[in-house]
């Protein structure tokens, strides 16, 4: 018997539109697999944000501890310090607080204004706030008074470029062949058109760069900014990979998302967060599939055999 990928978490729109099975077809018809060259013979669940534990004897991709170390902002950030220090300086918010008092020389000596109030557990930008000086800290302190256990501070970084960096340590030294519909606009009308078929030999899967104006590249769109797989790339590239790659080995991670924030003028560049449940959402007036769910289509095959051959090394 063969087996599909069940798949955990993720918004349920991601699931029905890219991964789960088509059943108006009958089993074994090609159209029935959103995945092609997905059917194996053992049991496999891939996991997008999700804790709940799979059975016994199931293969799993990303461990309910691997999605507790992406979710936990503070405890990514402990995870990578010492072995990957590519990330800003943080603490959470509590423990600048003993009793009602607030502990202002300790925030200027361990972070340092301007800074940014994050949630440990956020996701999107929700519950953000920029920090420049004592008052606005103090007017973020009021408002959220009844939160403060939930926040945690980080050194603000100044960023001129954003990435987002889309990752597997299982795909290391695996060649996977990718090819991608897109929409572009001519005339005023949207156009489909097919890429080129590009070949990556290391761990990365996809990277796009965040943008805010509209152009004729848009690959994908999330909460009203533009993402495009087509960017020049820094001559820290490579390195900013690598680091990648290494942040993904610690965290336990068989696929995650980075967002990596960088300065052009400095040449230097931080971890933001991990994210493994990344966004897939369409645009609304883009008519083409989303980019990074067609990659993740065709390297989950990839991905979930060597998952099964490292499994199986570290039985026998």
């Not at 170390?69 to 800003?88: A, E, Y």
């Not at 067609?294 to 499994?311: G, R």
Request: glycine share 6%; aromatic share 14%; hydrophobic share 35%.
């Amino acid at each position: 018997m063969k087996y599909y990928p069940h798949f955990l978490g993720g918004k349920s729109s991601k699931m029905k539109r890219y991964f789960k099975l088509n059943k108006e077809f009958p089993i074994g018809h090609p159209q029935r697999y959103p995945i092609e060259n997905a059917l194996f013979p053992y049991k496999v669940d891939i996991s997008f944000g999700s804790t709940k534990p799979s059975d016994k004897h199931v293969l799993r991709i990303n461990t309910s501890q691997a999605i507790r170390n992406c979710s936990n902002k503070v405890l990514t950030k402990n995870i990578l310090k010492d072995k990957c220090p590519i990330v800003t300086k943080y603490a959470k918010l509590n423990t600048f607080i003993v009793g009602d008092e607030l502990h202002i020389g300790k925030i200027k000596e361990q972070i340092s204004f301007p800074l940014v109030a994050k949630l440990i557990y956020g996701y999107g930008g929700i519950g953000m706030y920029f920090i420049s000086t004592l008052d606005d800290l103090l007017d973020f302190l009021e408002r959220q008074k009844n939160n403060l256990n939930n926040y945690f501070l980080e050194e603000y970084f100044n960023t001129t470029n954003e990435y987002r960096v889309h990752i597997s340590p299982l795909l290391k030294n695996t060649k996977i062949q990718y090819k991608y519909e897109y929409g572009v606009q001519v005339n005023g009308k949207w156009e489909i058109k097919l890429s080129l078929p590009k070949v990556y030999e290391t761990r990365e899967i996809l990277s796009v760069e965040k943008k805010f104006s509209n152009n004729s590249l848009i690959r994908n769109r999330d909460n009203g900014a533009v993402f495009s797989s087509n960017f020049s790339r820094p001559d820290c590239w490579e390195k900013l990979i690598e680091d990648c790659f290494k942040a993904a080995e610690l965290l336990g991670v068989d696929f995650c998302c980075f967002d990596v924030l960088y300065n052009k003028d400095t040449g230097k560049y931080v971890i933001c967060e991990a994210n493994s449940n990344p966004g897939m959402d369409n645009s609304i007036t883009n008519p083409s599939k989303n980019i990074t769910a067609q990659h993740y289509q065709q390297m989950f095959p990839y991905l979930i055999t060597n998952k099964y051959l490292k499994v199986c090394a570290v039985s026998y």
